[in-house]
């Protein structure tokens, strides 16, 4: 075993018994599967005959899974639409043993999906023909943001780090990131009573990057909030 891989493991098993906020837009990632069987008479297109349908957690949700995954407590946070897409995601998280406290329901809205079309055969790679997205029209509802805000301030002093993930569908607002930041903040401070022998903790702050560049004010070219 390489020093790199030790070093891997060993990073790997300090998530046992942590406890992560992972916060940003919950996308339902939709996969249709389909074998080519011949030219359309209507277009100069494949058609495909409908093999199979699976759907996975996906933006947030993804992020929120791998922590999982990797042996920590996760908490997610973040906004679904009350529509299929939304029950989907929620009977994920269930089924996985990930809480679903966190995630505000707003009627209205679209919970972001990514519907992938795949075509390949069984005894051929699959490969992704098209993607289709439906995506919410902005930011969450004032309402909406407020319970995510009242959430994040809720679990800050009990967990150890927070990871937001934004593909820029509107979760992370300006006032959900400042409220990170100020987290992170009180985080230095407690590091620094804690050097002194006093007590004190709260979380770190980082983000998971989405399919955006970082947008936020505060935020550094590798994803880190500095605060």
Same mark, same amino acid.
């Given at each position: 075993m390489t020093g790199a891989l030790r070093g891997m493991l060993a990073t790997i098993d300090k998530f046992g018994g942590r406890t992560i906020v992972v916060i940003g837009d919950l996308i339902t990632d939709?996969?249709?599967f389909g074998k080519p069987g011949r030219i359309s008479r209507e277009a100069p297109v494949i058609i495909l005959r409908f093999s199979e349908r699976e759907v996975l957690?996906?933006?947030?949700?993804?992020?929120?899974n791998n922590v999982h995954a990797l042996g920590a407590?996760?908490?997610?946070?973040?906004v679904i639409g009350r529509d299929g897409a939304g029950e989907e995601l929620m009977a994920?998280? #269930?089924? =996985?043993?990930?809480? $679903?406290?966190?995630?505000?329901?707003?009627?209205? #809205?679209? =919970?972001?999906?990514? $519907?992938?079309?795949?075509?390949g055969g069984y005894q051929a790679t699959r490969q992704q023909v098209v993607r289709l997205d439906r995506e919410p029209s902005g930011e969450p509802q004032p309402t909406t943001e407020d319970a995510l805000l009242a959430h994040l301030t809720a679990l800050a002093a009990?967990?150890?780090a927070i990871v937001i993930s934004d593909y820029g569908y509107g979760t992370v607002t300006p006032r959900i990131f400042e409220q990170v930041k100020t987290i992170a903040r009180r985080d230095r401070r407690g590091r620094r009573r804690r050097a002194n022998g006093r007590e004190g903790r709260a979380p770190a702050a980082g983000t998971a990057r989405g399919a955006d560049a970082p947008r936020h004010a505060g935020q550094s070219g590798n994803g880190v909030v500095r605060a």
């Amino acid at each position: 075993m390489t020093g790199a891989l030790r070093g891997m493991l060993a990073t790997i098993d300090k998530f046992g018994g942590r406890t992560i906020v992972v916060i940003g837009d919950l996308i339902t990632d939709e996969y249709l599967f389909g074998k080519p069987g011949r030219i359309s008479r209507e277009a100069p297109v494949i058609i495909l005959r409908f093999s199979e349908r699976e759907v996975l957690l996906g933006g947030a949700a993804n992020a929120a899974n791998n922590v999982h995954a990797l042996g920590a407590k996760v908490i997610p946070i973040g906004v679904i639409g009350r529509d299929g897409a939304g029950e989907e995601l929620m009977a994920l998280f #269930r089924a =996985t043993g990930i809480p $679903t406290d966190g995630i505000v329901t707003e009627s209205g #809205r679209t =919970t972001p999906v990514k $519907t992938r079309i795949m075509a390949g055969g069984y005894q051929a790679t699959r490969q992704q023909v098209v993607r289709l997205d439906r995506e919410p029209s902005g930011e969450p509802q004032p309402t909406t943001e407020d319970a995510l805000l009242a959430h994040l301030t809720a679990l800050a002093a009990h967990v150890d780090a927070i990871v937001i993930s934004d593909y820029g569908y509107g979760t992370v607002t300006p006032r959900i990131f400042e409220q990170v930041k100020t987290i992170a903040r009180r985080d230095r401070r407690g590091r620094r009573r804690r050097a002194n022998g006093r007590e004190g903790r709260a979380p770190a702050a980082g983000t998971a990057r989405g399919a955006d560049a970082p947008r936020h004010a505060g935020q550094s070219g590798n994803g880190v909030v500095r605060a």
